[in-house]
Antibody
Framework: QVHLVQSGAEVKEPGSSVKVSCKVF????????FSWVRQAPGRGLEWVGA????????KYIQKFQGRVTFYTDESATTAYMEVRGLRSDDTAVYYC?????????????????WGQGTPVTVSS | QSALTQPASVSGSPGQSLTISCTGT?????????VSWYRQHPGNAPELLIY???HRPSGISNRFSGSKSGSTASLTISGLQAEDEADYYC?????????FGTGTRVTVL
């Protein structure tokens, strides 16, 4: 049984950075893509981006370019997302997700497994 | 990239069928087969119901089915059950990234 377990809630000041982790249990790590999705309070889902095994560079939507970094640590079976220059409108629950099987492109973006979510609050 | 357009809410009685639409453009749904649907209960992570327009993941009930015509994708729930009361989101590949729909609240009367 595959489980994705995310790090705990964070409270950050505007302008600071946050790093969210997503540890994989019950599965090998190499060959899988990881997507990140966020949900502001009372709002819908928003795709942040993804790191996929066959792409030389992570994929982000334009509004996050330059502010978000994804990386993985295979030895720790953990994926990470770092968001810099936090603003109040970055307040949201951040989810990691992964496809059940190996993937190589946009097929990576259908997410069978999800973490429990990490609430990030940006407030002074 | 603008969000895909979904109706804000739909409702139905137990046992009935209902369909949720998801309207995009020729730059996303109209071109790519990578359309997925998710169900999200309050306070929980989303659950994948449909991927690549029509495919159900293992363990998902055949009460859920997906289709696409032009730039509009649809999710049909047949035999509506109380547990289907939730928020539903479509998503599509855009050629460079991914975009979610605005979300639909399903109410079981």
């Amino acid at each position: 049984q595959v489980h994705l377990v995310q790090s705990g809630a964070e409270v950050k000041e505007p302008g600071s950075s946050v790093k969210v982790s997503c540890k994989v249990f019950g599965s090998t790590f190499r060959g899988y893509g990881f997507s990140w999705v966020r949900q502001a309070p009372g709002r819908g889902l928003e795709w942040v981006g993804a790191i996929i095994p066959t792409s030389p560079a992570p994929k982000y939507i334009q509004k996050f370019q330059g502010r978000v970094t994804f990386y993985t640590d295979e030895s720790a079976t953990t994926a990470y997302m770092e968001v810099r220059g936090l603003r109040s409108d970055d307040t949201a629950v951040y989810y990691c997700g992964r496809k059940a099987g190996f993937c190589s492109g946009p097929d990576c973006y259908s997410l069978d497994y999800w973490g429990q979510g990490t609430p990030v609050t940006v407030s002074s | 990239q603008s969000a895909l357009t979904q109706p804000a809410s739909v409702s139905g009685s137990p046992g009935q069928s209902l369909t949720i639409s998801c309207t995009g453009t020729s730059s996303d749904i109209g071109t790519y087969k990578f359309v997925s649907w998710y169900r999200q209960h309050p306070g929980n992570a989303p659950e994948l119901l449909i991927y690549e327009v029509t495919h159900r993941p293992s363990g998902i009930s055949n009460r859920f089915s997906g289709s696409k015509s032009g730039s509009t994708a649809s999710l049909t729930i047949s035999g509506l059950q109380a547990e289907d009361e939730a928020d539903y989101y479509c998503t599509s590949y855009t050629g460079s990234s991914n975009v979610f729909g605005t979300g639909t609240r399903v109410t079981v009367l």
